[in-house]
Nanobody, 111 residues
Framework: QVQLVESGGGLVQPGGSLRLSCAMSGSIPIIYVKAWYRQAPGKQREWVAD???????KYADSVKGRFTISRDNAKNTIYLQMSSLKPEDTAVYYCKVGYNWGQGTQVTVSS
């Protein structure tokens, strides 16, 4: 059974940075794409970024150049480094691997 546990969320001022982590456990096929999504209040969940088994990364236009997705295979963890944060980045951030979702971590960008 796959478990995903996100951490690293919090309150940050506009222009600040945060790094989110998603610790993975269980049997996870290496070919699975690992992704980050987010859901702002009153909005649908949206895709933010993903990383393929090859290491190829993709980003939503809204975060391109500000966010970086990465992974540490030895630690079975994926990361989302977020910089130049904006109030519109406020959301619950989720990691997704295959059909599995984590419980989410809240990111609030506010002065």
């Amino acid at each position: 059974q796959v478990q995903l546990v996100e951490s690293g969320g919090g309150l940050v001022q506009p222009g600040g940075s945060l790094r989110l982590s998603c610790a993975m456990s269980g049997s996870i096929p290496i070919i699975y794409v690992k992704a980050w999504y987010r859901q702002a209040p009153g909005k649908q969940r949206e895709w933010v970024a993903d990383i393929a088994s090859s290491g190829y990364t993709k980003y939503a236009d809204s975060v391109k150049g500000r966010f970086t997705i990465s992974r540490d295979n030895a630690k079975n963890t994926i990361y989302l480094q977020m910089s130049s944060l904006k109030p519109e980045d406020t959301a619950v951030y989720y990691c997704k691997v295959g059909y599995n979702w984590g419980q989410g971590t809240q990111v609030t960008v506010s002065s």
